[in-house]
């Protein structure tokens, strides 16, 4: 079992969020997986951000949740991690925090509309916000029950989950992901943007609508579709 590499990149995910100013205390978490090796590194469980350590990160089985290595207990929402890594295998890196935009669309419980080319760039349409758990799942096996409406809403919607990497949980907080963990912080950035703008967007003119599909398309088609042509060729 080899997961130095991947700790290292769980533990720069788990510093960025401090630094890009998405969470204060210990509100977040960020996860990442190597599904050749069936291993999931994530952060350990109330431990401030600037005395986290490699050596604090909890290693886990990705198929069964076993505790492979760490002496730490992992953070509370691993459940939540696992069930979204098992339920949809192009995922690599998750990020959960309560940072103070997206927590707030969370909490007013609606989709984030696509208001501008920043959202369409990177997301592919509306950021969905989840239906509300109901008490009893809240009353047993919350998290894991957290990821199972995450994984409803997507499906639901039909959603791939790469266009469109992020959710919203109503009532609590935003989860987003990405090939990696570094991908899954950048988009937490974006959506932490984007809701702070719409938010914006709807005070300035309550009518508002979404965007057209035609300047969607062409915004988010420009860097991931096939034809993309954003950036320099590699
Ligand atoms: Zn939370």
């Excluded at 927590?103 to 696509?114: G, I, K, M």
């Excluded at 998290?143 to 409406?149: D, I, P």
Aim: negative net charge; proline residues 6%; glycine residues 6%.
């Amino acid at each position: 079992m080899d997961y130095q590499k991947l700790a290292r990149e769980v533990l720069e995910a788990n510093l960025d969020l401090p630094r890009m100013n998405l969470v204060v205390f210990t509100w977040g978490n960020v996860s990442a997986c190597d599904r050749e090796q069936d291993l999931l590194v994530i952060k350990p469980s109330g431990v401030p951000y600037d005395q986290l350590k490699q050596e604090d990160l909890v290693v886990l089985s990705l198929s069964d949740g076993r505790i492979l290595a760490g002496k730490l207990n992992p953070s509370s929402d691993t459940p939540t991690h696992l069930y979204l890594y098992q339920q949809f295998p192009q995922l690599g890196g998750i990020v959960h925090t309560h940072s103070r935009w997206a927590t707030s669309w969370a909490q007013s419980c609606r989709d984030l509309p696509a208001y501008g080319t920043t959202h369409a760039d990177t997301f592919y349409g509306p950021v969905p916000a989840t239906r509300k758990l109901s008490q009893a799942e809240i009353a047993d096996a919350y998290e894991l029950n957290t990821g199972k409406v995450i994984a409803e809403t997507l499906r639901e919607r039909r959603l791939d989950p790469l266009a469109v990497p992020a959710v919203l949980v109503s009532g609590h907080g935003p989860f987003t992901w990405g090939k990696t963990a570094a991908e899954a912080v950048h988009t937490a950035v974006v959506l932490e943007e984007c809701c702070m703008m719409a938010l914006h967007t709807e005070l300035i003119n309550p009518q508002v609508q979404p965007i057209e599909d035609y300047l969607l398309d062409k915004h988010y088609q420009r860097k991931h579709g096939k034809s993309a042509y954003y950036g320099q060729k590699t």
